[in-house]
């Protein structure tokens, strides 16, 4: 079964608004990933948030962490065209070995 | 630097054929792992390896087999393939830094068929 479960399942809006994306899981984690994918192609990663970290940046990404509620969100800021691909989340489980489990992949739009 | 790198890219299958799908890594990663992604599914986990000579399995492994036999290479076999196996096929490696797991790496996918 699917770890990692991204919500909304598909993202559409216009170039300079943000995006929002949230990811829920289920079992304890050493660290959460988020990657993007444009059509055809390989995933790329973004950023990685450990356990014990809230909240980490990279350009415009922010993401966030709460695990107590098990859930993580991914904030695009002034989106781009480019920036239009499937985003997934990916949980690395407690018990380690960087066994990735994936989401189902949220889809964002950003229309020029 | 290439990173990881899968061959073929394309491939067509006849049902009940066998073949092998290639990944290498130079990035000297312990962990390798192979994922396939069908539409709406994400990417799920087929086998993984924690170094050379180990292997195990993971969520959907029934038709498929991976060996280890160097830290670079790990192939997946399909032993004869079934149109259920239709699929994109994704290779990755990751690693630690002081006990802590990384990111992992991509190859660009093979985009399998089986008629």
């Known amino acids: 079964s699917q770890q990692g479960e991204e919500d909304p399942q598909a993202l559409s809006i216009q170039e300079g608004e943000n995006a929002t994306m949230n990811c829920s899981y289920k079992?304890?984690?050493?660290?959460l990933q988020w990657y993007r994918q444009n059509s055809g192609r390989g995933l790329v990663h973004l950023i990685l948030?450990?356990?014990?970290?809230r909240e980490k940046h990279s350009g415009r990404l922010r993401v966030t962490l709460d695990t107590s509620k098990k859930s993580s969100s991914l904030l695009i800021t002034a989106s781009r065209a480019a920036d239009t691909a499937s985003y997934f989340c990916?949980?690395?489980?407690?018990?380690?070995?960087?066994?990735?489990?994936f989401g189902k992949g949220n889809q964002v739009v950003v229309i020029p | 630097n290439a990173g990881v790198t899968q061959t073929p890219k394309f491939q067509v299958l006849k049902t009940g054929q066998s073949m092998t799908l290639q990944c290498a890594q130079d990035m000297n990663h312990e962990y390798m792992s192979w994922y396939r992604q069908d539409p709406g599914m994400g990417l799920r986990l087929i086998h993984y390896?924690?170094?050379?000579?180990?292997?195990d399995q993971g969520e959907v492994p029934n038709g498929y087999n991976v060996s280890r036999s160097t830290t670079e290479d790990f192939p997946l076999r399909l032993l004869s393939a079934a149109p259920s196996q239709t699929s994109v096929y994704f290779c990755?490696?990751?690693?630690?830094?002081?006990?802590?797991?990384?990111?992992?790496?991509f190859g660009q996918g093979t985009r399998l068929t089986v008629v």
């Open positions: 990916a949980t690395d489980p407690f018990y380690g070995n960087n066994r990735l489990a």
């Open positions: 390896s924690v170094g050379a000579g180990i292997t």
């Open positions: 079992t304890s984690i050493n660290n």
């Open positions: 990755a490696s990751s690693s630690q830094r002081g006990r802590m797991n990384t990111e992992a790496f």
């Open positions: 948030i450990r356990s014990n970290e």
